[in-house]
């Protein structure tokens, strides 16, 4: 496989992408964000865990702009989240995509959605977008089974379509929801190396939203760690000074996770 | 009138095939969406308020003008204001989720038979003529419908052309589309219209009872055939053509009548691929691609 062409940073690095102030959210009575607090910064790679239920899928939509908070602000590349328009900046990988597969789609025609946005979703795709789209099915490592129809790939080759489709339109920062959950170790390998790709060469920040970091452990510049509150904020060194490691150890981040619930 | 050969050498079938050959082209190329939209109930949902439309044109005939011979004008104008309006209401209630998909089409389902019944009785023009929009009858078909069927068909696969992009990205992962900015409300407002206009313009052919049939029996041959989007969307009008060619070939042949034979002859290519293809599994990665 040909290494794609290096590019320049798109936006410059340090650059605040998204940002939450004093967030609250709830869902009737049922408060489920307090006062959250969280940037994302151009190059940066975070890493959003907690047990279930703390609010890391609502955090998500209210980063996104789909769920207003009920107090706060957020800002999505400096504007305020909800009337955010350039949406073609943000690449967002659901947790279970609602993809309908009554009719079979192949890999490169779900893949080329995720240009719409970025091109304009009247005008025609011309050979830069193809490019483009190429080069975000390369980066994932599927270039090979482009003409296949998506239903026919595993469930990790499924995820990694569903990370191209995002890359198709050149985000600044790339948002993931629980991309790796029972995705096997080859598809994790190179869900890594294609994280690293858009954050070294493209300059572009990531928020992963995960339970587990599996293969991009030593990539992770900073781990929040969220119950409903913010508990923890820092680097991955700073959360091990608390005894709690990503890696394989005793006090391993997933059974201390569970351990807050 | 073109030297065709038997069954299309008289003038009233030549217009018949080339009213069922437009709509053997734009029903199924817009089923396709509905079909991955989960929606495939949906032509024969807007049908039945096409039918309170038709209604709605012969009681708007009989007190404008009520006498002399009933104009199909008023059933298709009527049928179309009705059948768009509705159209706009199902995606209303489906967005909002007021109403699941099959609850907001069953709503339209039995309101707009009843409605249709009602509105034709009141003026007085329950007859056999109406037959004709409830199953369609190609072979009377005047050179003005065949304008009208040939004008809407032709605005149909233009907007198709140009929305055929975002509509198969909102039909495919309508959650995903909203975040990435794509104009899902436009997108399920326009295809919601466009089914409208088709049920409009196919009634004549095939009736408002089996309108539905030519959107989604040809696509489903189709995704059997193809293993894309394109293709699936390919196939599916190649067939919609052939049948649409063959019913009618076979109802001057034999006399049955063209609508019903049309659509069982869409029917019959489903049958037979279906039955090809059983058991040939989709072919499996191999252990090195599935890695």
Redesign the interface.
């Known amino acids: 496989m040909a290494a794609p062409e290096p590019s320049a940073p798109r936006v410059a690095a340090g650059t605040v992408l998204v940002e939450a102030e004093h967030v609250d959210f709830a869902y009737g009575r049922a408060q489920v964000l307090r006062d959250v607090e969280l940037a994302v910064r151009a190059g940066e790679f975070v890493a959003l865990v907690g047990p279930n239920g703390s609010g890391k899928s609502t955090l998500l939509r209210v980063l996104?702009g789909?769920l207003a908070p009920a107090a706060g602000e957020v800002r999505l590349f400096g504007r305020p989240a909800g009337r955010f328009?350039?949406?073609?900046r943000?690449g967002?990988v659901?947790q279970r995509?609602?993809?309908?597969s009554?009719?079979?789609?192949?890999v490169e025609?779900?893949v080329?959605?995720?240009r719409?946005?970025r091109r304009g979703?009247?005008r025609p795709?011309h050979s830069d977008d193809r490019d483009t789209i190429h080069h975000a099915l390369e980066s994932v490592g599927l270039d090979?089974?482009a003409?296949?129809?998506l239903n026919?790939?595993?469930g990790?080759?499924q995820q990694r379509a569903f990370i191209a489709?995002a890359f198709a339109?050149e985000p600044d920062l790339l948002v993931l929801d629980e991309p790796i959950a029972g995705v096997?170790a080859?598809?994790q390998r190179?869900f890594r190396d294609s994280i690293v790709h858009l954050l070294e060469e493209h300059g572009a920040g990531v928020l992963l939203v995960s339970h587990e970091l599996g293969a991009v452990v030593g990539d992770i510049d900073r781990v929040v760690v969220l119950k409903n509150e913010v508990l923890f904020d820092g680097t991955p060194g700073a959360l091990a000074e608390h005894g709690v490691s990503l890696g394989i150890h005793r006090e391993d981040l997933p059974l201390w996770l569970e351990e807050l619930t | 009138m073109l030297p065709l050969p038997y069954p299309f050498e008289l003038g009233f079938m030549q217009r018949a095939l080339v009213a069922s050959v437009a709509v053997g082209i734009f029903a199924p190329m817009i089923g396709?969406f509905i079909?991955?939209?989960?929606m495939s109930l949906m032509g024969d949902g807007i049908g039945h308020l096409a039918f309170a439309g038709v209604g709605a044109g012969v009681l708007a005939w009989t007190v404008m003008v009520g006498v002399g011979t009933f104009s199909s004008v008023w059933a298709v104008w009527g049928a179309l204001v009705v059948a768009v309006i509705g159209a706009l209401g199902i995606e209303w209630l489906r967005a909002r989720k007021r109403a699941s998909g099959d609850l907001a089409l069953a709503l339209f389902f039995y309101s707009g038979i009843a409605l249709g019944v009602v509105l034709i009785s009141l003026g007085g023009g329950m007859n056999a003529s109406l037959l004709i929009y409830l199953f369609g009858q190609p072979l009377t078909v005047s050179d003005s419908e065949i304008v009208t069927i040939l004008a809407l068909g032709a605005a149909i696969v233009t907007a198709m052309l140009?929305l055929r992009?975002?509509l198969?990205?909102v039909?495919?992962?309508?959650?995903?589309?909203?975040?990435?900015?794509?104009?899902v409300r436009f997108v399920n407002d326009a295809l919601a219209v466009l089914v409208a206009v088709s049920v409009v313009a196919a009634m004549r052919i095939v009736g408002i009872l089996l309108i539905a049939a030519m959107m989604v029996l040809p696509?489903a041959s189709?995704?059997l055939l193809?293993?894309?989007?394109?293709?699936?969307l390919r196939w599916a009008v190649a067939i919609g053509v052939v049948s649409a060619v063959v019913g009618l070939a076979a109802s001057r042949m034999w006399g049955p009548a063209p609508g019903g034979t049309i659509v069982l002859i869409a029917a019959a290519v489903f049958g037979v691929v279906a039955v090809v293809k059983r058991g040939a599994a989709?072919?499996k990665?191999s252990a090195e691609?599935?890695?």
Not at chain 1, 85 to 88: I, T
Not at chain 1, 97 to 100: D, M, Q, T, V
Not at chain 1, 102 to 106: F, G, I, L, S, W
Request: hydrophobic letters at 35%; zero cysteines; proline letters at 8%.
């Open positions: 996104l789909s328009e350039e949406r073609w943000v967002y659901p995509p609602s993809l309908s009554e009719v079979p789609a192949t025609e779900i080329a959605t995720g719409l946005a979703w009247w795709l090979d089974l003409s296949r129809p026919e790939l595993s990790g080759q489709r339109s096997d080859e598809s190179r | 396709t079909v991955q939209k989960r140009v992009r975002v198969f990205a039909v495919t992962d309508e959650e995903w589309a909203r975040v990435a900015g794509l104009p696509v189709g995704q193809a293993r894309s989007f394109r293709g699936t989709p072919p990665l691609e599935v890695g």
